[in-house]
């Protein structure tokens, strides 16, 4: 597609429960990004893909938190027994490549609530 | 901590005025992107310069970059009230991997 396409656009969960957030990147775009914006302020990085292969892991927590870009699916973001820290939109982007010149491109997010 | 600065963290101007909003960042970069926000949306992406560049214009907008100074501005001319908007810097890094700073809220009053 010619846009970042996310979903769902809300997911609410209760504490302890799954949830996981799915990204479909631009078609042809071989890097895919995890971001998370917690209460409208800063981005905070968790995860890149290239193509189906994890690229950069630095910013994902080491528990309860999965990522994956399977051949022909959207990719997802896993997060096992939800914590209310966990409450922000998630947000993915796509480029082309990851050299200096490229822009990355954003979804609209998924609002996730944790209760 | 996050790479990208901005400053001012609020901005209010009136229609037709400039806005300039300025971002600092600590490590060398590939490239450096600015985003707006609109409230509870998405990013979307303004404006790229790459860290072999000085200066870029896009319409209204201007951005510079001063690799010594690690630092960039984006100016806004002759501003909108559909300009209101937060506005983020991203400076990208390996694996064009983007650190943002808190933002910068503009509100333009008609």
């Known amino acids: 597609g010619e846009e970042v396409a996310q979903t769902p656009k809300h997911l609410v969960r209760g504490e302890g429960q799954k949830a996981k957030l799915y990204c479909a990147p631009i078609?042809?775009?071989?890097?895919v990004f995890w971001y998370q914006q917690v209460l409208k302020n800063e981005f905070k990085f968790l995860i890149s893909?290239?193509?189906?292969?994890?690229?950069?892991e630095t910013g994902m927590p080491k528990e309860r938190f999965s990522a994956k870009c399977l051949p022909n699916s959207p990719c997802s973001l896993e997060i096992q027994a939800t914590k209310l820290e966990d409450s922000a939109v998630y947000f993915c982007?796509?480029?082309?490549?990851?050299?200096?010149?490229?822009?990355?491109?954003f979804g609209q997010g998924t609002r996730l609530t944790v209760v | 901590s996050q790479q990208g600065e901005e400053d001012p963290q609020a901005l209010s101007i009136q229609e037709g005025e400039n806005a300039t909003m300025n971002c600092s960042y600590k490590?060398?970069?590939?490239?450096l992107q600015w985003y707006r926000q609109n409230s509870g949306r998405g990013l979307v992406h303004l404006i790229l310069?790459?860290?072999?560049?000085r200066e870029k214009h896009s319409g209204r907008l201007r951005v510079t970059l001063d690799t010594s100074k690690k630092s960039s501005s984006l100016l806004i001319t002759a501003s909108r009230a559909a300009d209101t908007a937060s506005y983020f810097c991203?400076?990208?890094?390996?694996?064009?991997?983007?650190?943002f700073g808190a933002g910068t809220i503009l509100r333009v009053k008609s």
């Open positions: 893909f290239q193509n189906e292969n994890v690229f950069d």
């Open positions: 490590t060398s970069i590939n490239n």
């Open positions: 310069i790459r860290s072999n560049e």
């Open positions: 982007a796509s480029s082309a490549d990851s050299t200096g010149g490229t822009e990355a491109f």
């Open positions: 991203a400076p990208a890094l390996y694996g064009n991997k983007l650190v």
């Open positions: 078609k042809g775009h071989s890097y």
